[in-house]
């Protein structure tokens, strides 16, 4: 999440899909893994990602997955309270990769991959 949040094109992340196979194994209680998702992300992250992010329940293949759809912030750089700016607390995405953000990105510095 932090990732896409701090990357320029934002991107979308599915829940009850297996990152291994592509194959959809679906979600129990689509629900409370929506409200679980928001609290989470509302909690845990800084600056405040509430606004551009949605989650939604979608079928495929007859089984609930929750669908994330994450705009790029306008607040860069976003980061797991817990771990501060850090390169353990900011994330870039490159690729189909989630890469730590070197130091001079995390601090606030010019991103280098924008």
Do not use: W
Request: some cysteine; aromatic content about 8%; overall charge neutral.
């Amino acid at each position: 999440m932090v990732a896409f949040l701090n990357y320029r094109e934002g991107g979308h992340i599915y829940i009850g899909v297996d990152d291994a196979t592509g194959k959809v194994v679906g979600v129990s209680d689509p629900d409370a893994v929506q409200l679980k998702i928001k609290d989470r992300i509302k909690n845990n992250i800084m600056s405040s990602a509430l606004g551009i992010f949605d989650v939604i329940a979608e079928q495929h293949d007859g089984k609930d997955v929750i669908k994330i759809t994450v705009a790029s912030g306008p607040e860069k750089p976003y980061y797991l309270r817990k771990l501060g700016m850090s390169e353990r607390g900011c994330f870039i995405r490159i690729g189909s990769a989630s890469e730590p953000m070197p130091g001079q990105s995390a601090l606030g510095g010019a991103p280098r991959y924008h």
